[in-house]
């Protein structure tokens, strides 16, 4: 075969240094046709305030507590915990090699806790609908649960997450996120810290600080910026518009952020947040989280620690058409069918001002 290497039409794959994987990547199958699955849009005209929602100020949750008439955020210990504080050991018995059952059924347990995080007491509001002092104001809320945590208990990590829209299987539309705090570091982070640690150990320098210096030499797949942060698209994106926020410093978790950086943290969150809502002109539904220094660090994971937000969006063609990761990606690996720079490219492409409020 003739001819010249086109990145945006050939087949290919690219490696994901961070969690040391590969994504095939496929842009010419972006002209098949579709006709599987249409989601339904997100419900428009939400109240400012609904009776029957659980975390609406005011409000009766499910298993009885009563909500504050709260007017910034709220956060409460989750009522349906994903993992209990209060709960007996489980010790795995049995040891070595010779021991059959024990090398291939290993399990232990795991104790901790899950808070809700209400963003605002407004029941018909998302982050990019929020100003930037109000998300702000959820960033702060953020920090004083992480310095909580890391003060009063002996967990390692600290999760933080929103799950935003249906398709996401989010239960209530009412702007919140969620915090689990567990005694062990979870598996994504584990692999992180693996490669953050490899390239150091390789390099000499941190894995994420080089990776910003050179998306920066050649921004084609930064969204925004701003003077403390990147919004960017990865080169090795899995999701059709995931995105990453990473700090240009190396700065390791929010309690070392200065007042600078959390105002540029909430102003890039509001810029991207509305791009996203534009793009389709939908409440756009993603996955979001944040990666940082665990609440209680074991060896050199704190100096490792460089601060970012994984944004994985479903949607691929529009409002009501998301990707699935099936078939070759569940058995194979993951695949993608347009580029991370063809992604950047429509994101910046439309405007700042949400489609709302136009």
């Given at each position: ?7 945006n039409?050939?087949?290919h794959?690219?490696?994901n ?5 590969w ?8 002209q098949r046709?579709w006709?599987g699955?249409?989601?339904k849009?997100?419900a428009?005209g ?5 009776s ?6 005011g ?14 955020t709220f956060?409460?210990v ?20 010779d ?11 795991t104790r ?5 995080i209400?963003?605002?007491p407004?029941?018909?509001?998302t982050?990019?609908l ?7 104001n ?8 992480y ?14 997450f929103?799950?935003k ?9 009412h702007p919140?996120c ?8 979870p598996?994504?982070?584990a ?12 390099h000499?320098t941190?894995?994420?600080?080089d990776?910003a ?7 084609i797949?930064?969204?925004?910026q701003n ?7 990865p080169?090795?994106a899995?999701w ?11 700065t390791?978790?929010?309690?070392d ?6 105002t ?25 989280g944040?990666?940082?220094a665990p ?11 460089h ?5 994985y ?14 078939g070759?990606e569940m058995l ?6 347009l580029?991370?720079?063809q992604?950047?490219d429509r ?5 700042e ?6």
């Open positions: 075969m003739t001819g010249t290497f086109d990145f039409n050939d087949s794959r690219r490696y240094p961070l969690t040391d994987s994504v095939l990547v496929s842009p010419h199958r972006t046709p006709q699955q249409q989601e849009t997100s428009g939400l109240p400012e305030y609904d029957a929602c659980y975390l609406c100020p409000n009766t949750r499910a298993t009885g507590p009563v909500n504050p008439k709260y007017k910034s956060v409460f989750n009522d349906y915990a994903a993992v209990k504080v209060d709960q007996p050991p489980y010790e795995q018995s049995g040891s070595g090699d021991d059959l059952k024990a090398r291939l059924l290993h399990a232990q347990g901790g806790t899950c808070f809700v209400c963003f605002s407004k029941h018909n509001v982050l990019p929020m100003s930037v002092p109000e998300i702000e959820v960033l702060e809320t953020w920090t004083a649960l310095d909580k945590l890391k003060t009063e208990t002996t967990f390692r990590y600290l999760q933080i929103e799950n829209g249906a398709v996401m299987g989010c239960s209530n539309p919140h969620q915090a689990w705090c567990i005694e062990t570091l598996s994504e982070p692999k992180e810290f693996t490669s953050l640690r490899s390239y150091n150990a390789k000499g941190c894995l994420l600080c990776y210096k050179v998306e920066q030499q050649d921004p797949r930064i969204v925004v003077e403390s942060f990147l919004a960017l698209v080169f090795w899995v059709p518009f995931e995105t990453l926020i990473l700090a240009k410093s190396h390791a978790s929010l309690v952020f200065s007042p600078k950086q959390k540029d943290l909430a102003d890039l969150i509001h810029k991207l947040t509305i791009r996203y809502d534009n793009l389709f002109q939908t409440s756009f539904p993603y996955s979001m944040l990666h940082q609440i209680n660090p074991v060896e050199d994971e704190t100096q490792l620690s601060f970012h937000m994984h944004f969006p479903p949607l691929l063609r529009g409002a009501t058409v998301r990707k699935f990761l099936v070759f194979g690996e993951p695949q993608r069918d580029t991370a720079e992604a950047a994101i910046r492409a439309v405007e001002v949400h489609y709302l409020l136009k």
